[in-house]
DNA sequence: CTGTTAGCGCGTTCAT
DNA sequence: ATGAACGCGCTAACAG
């Protein structure tokens, strides 16, 4: 390490008292619009313009600006401009977690449409237990998104009235809220549970076993199922349930402890389509034929739900049109405009395949 | 609709001309540290502190400063933080998609070890293809965050150069690059094709198909196995290649294509799990025994790779363990410390189970 | 331990 | 069609 690198080793004894040779926050090479400007001539706001409304720069300086831009690398500073015009291009995806997520469609039609206009999208991870959801959405709310996509996540008392004091449009999905914090784009999960229950209905089924995740949503379809039956003379399904998101190994555990317990479902009605894949599998190596024996019915249409052996029957969500209805409502706030029907219900389909 | 409700209607008749009725960018409601501060009796700067250096505010004031943000319900603005700091306590993750990614367990590895420091997660879906790479660079690094985290996407030559130039530190992870653009945490693609190639040679494999992706990382590992093979007297194998992520249903009928075309393969490698499990499933479905007819092999390890029938031989990369990696650089970079090994081979693992 | 003050880099009026 | 100047909300010296 060499004694003396440069710069002014000895401020000490610098003349007078220079009122501001102001401090260095940011790196110092950091190139700025002024730079720009004077590099092509300009003033800072027609750099500005330049990116931000082209069309009214004259093609010649919009060009000259472009050649500096260009040769420099320059990239605006998106927080500053955030900052300034209170519009940040950004927007936050609140889901619990990433991995085999059934919302990651959702995620996916949202940075797809947004991206094309320059929107960022940031996540926030809350955990399958939702225990780290006020912590992200306050940290969230510090960033001044320009919207807020919840999905999966379901927020406290007291984490809803922050969102709705933040006054950044929120977007509640994959549910229909009875009281929307703001806008929601979703689907009854209870409707889920009656269809389901109707459909064992129609097939005669009469014991039902339910594999199920913890959440307020299965817990709606569960709710809807098992009032369906009994309504109509069935038994009362009996229920396993798993904390977060039903697994493969779940599935296939809680349908070999419920059979070595002496269970003869003939209906299995697992909360997501991982659960009935490994449901399956417990049966075939059992020798218990689908459907012949036991119905399986999952959840999610997953990306193989059709090609797995017997084809499994589930609920379809669209998680793209989820996706695409979010991103309009912001980018209708976005441009000042009200939106109207504040709920959007994208209902679900039953695909009814070979598995029951 | 009051016709009149408040404020200043008739600012027309203002007397002189004020000098600087500044206009208002943000909404009118918005919550700033000077409100904090005033309601609190204290400077801007206590208030500050409070939130980025608690210990060194005098209890009493501390308390007296949270009563009021608690109050209010202020929230810092971290855009106005950013900038004045250049510190966003943002980081990015570069992938290609959400969708049953292999590189999920990463990206919640870097957001469940930042979340706690208060940083962010913001996305940048490049398409299965990385089409759309340099767009989302670009609009990255107009963020500032505090670091790029790179995992699957290849950026062009174009793009590696604008990330250096941003200053920010980056990390390349899911391979060692030859020449990193800064810093490295991955594993030798190529390694990983040898090491199914010795496994291979092992069990006397000589018909081997290969059905892969078609990105360079699953080159690699194609590389290194037909090398392998090839060096060792083993004809080289046949390959079925498709776009993006291997599926369930490419694995199905890629093996379905190969047999029907007469193929009589000893082994399958697969440059996904899930495709190995479709090929698994196209085998029994046509009473093909595994491993005693033809061994299949995958490539990720996913949650239930272990549950099938037969359980899969696979290569498991601990995703988990690269997001941790990637972080604990960041943080280093963050506290402006240097990094001295710049790449971490994080290895991988052969995992053999009854499939081969 | 606390207050004062000068920018951070940009968007946005308001002139011209 | 372009320029000048202010301030968005906050952090970081520095002074006390």
Chains 1, 2 share one sequence.
């Not at 800072?44 to 500096?68: D, G």
């Not at 997501?272 to 119905?295: C, F, K, M, Q, Y």
Request: net charge positive; proline share 6%; charged share 20%.
């Amino acid at each position: 390490m060499p004694p003396c690198s440069g710069g002014h080793p000895h401020p000490a004894h610098s003349l007078k008292k220079q009122p501001s040779k102001p401090t260095i926050a940011s790196r110092p090479g950091e190139l700025t619009i002024d730079l720009v400007a004077a590099a092509a001539g300009v003033s800072t706001a027609t750099v500005s313009r330049f990116f931000n409304s082209p069309e009214r720069l004259r093609k010649s300086t919009a060009a000259r600006v472009q050649e500096v831009v260009n040769r420099l690398g320059y990239v605006p500073n998106l927080l500053a401009g955030g900052l300034s015009s209170s519009r940040t291009r950004m927007v936050a995806a609140v889901i619990p977690t990433m991995s085999n997520s059934i919302f990651s469609s959702t995620i996916q039609a949202i940075s797809d449409t947004l991206a094309d206009q320059g929107y960022s999208v940031v996540l926030g991870l809350t955990g399958a237990n939702d225990q780290h959801t006020e912590r992200q959405i306050l940290s969230i709310i510090g960033r001044r998104p320009d919207g807020i996509i919840l999905t999966g996540a379901v927020p406290s008392a007291n984490t809803r009235m922050k969102l709705k004091a933040s006054g950044i449009p929120t977007i509640e999905t994959w549910d229909l809220p009875q009281d929307p914090i703001d806008m929601a784009v979703g689907f009854s999960h209870e409707a889920v549970g009656r269809a389901i229950g109707e459909h064992i209905l129609r097939g005669g089924g009469r014991r039902v076993f339910i594999v199920s995740a913890g959440g307020v949503r299965a817990l709606a379809r569960r709710y809807g199922v098992t009032k369906m039956l009994v309504e109509n003379g069935v038994p009362e399904p009996a229920i396993a349930t798993f904390p977060g998101i039903t697994t493969f190994g779940d599935g296939r555990r809680a349908v070999a402890a419920h059979l070595d317990a002496g269970g003869r479902p003939d209906v299995i009605v697992c909360s997501s389509d991982w659960g009935a894949h490994g449901a399956l599998d417990e049966l075939r190596r059992r020798g218990i034929r689908v459907p012949a024996d036991v119905a399986v019915l999952g959840f999610g249409d997953i990306a193989f739900a059709g090609e797995l052996d017997p084809p499994l029957t589930t609920v379809k969500i669209d998680g793209q049109v989820i996706g695409e209805n979010a991103t309009k409502f912001l980018m209708k706030r976005a441009r000042g405009q009200n939106v109207r029907h504040r709920v959007v219900d994208v209902g679900f389909e039953l695909i009814v395949r070979a598995s029951g």
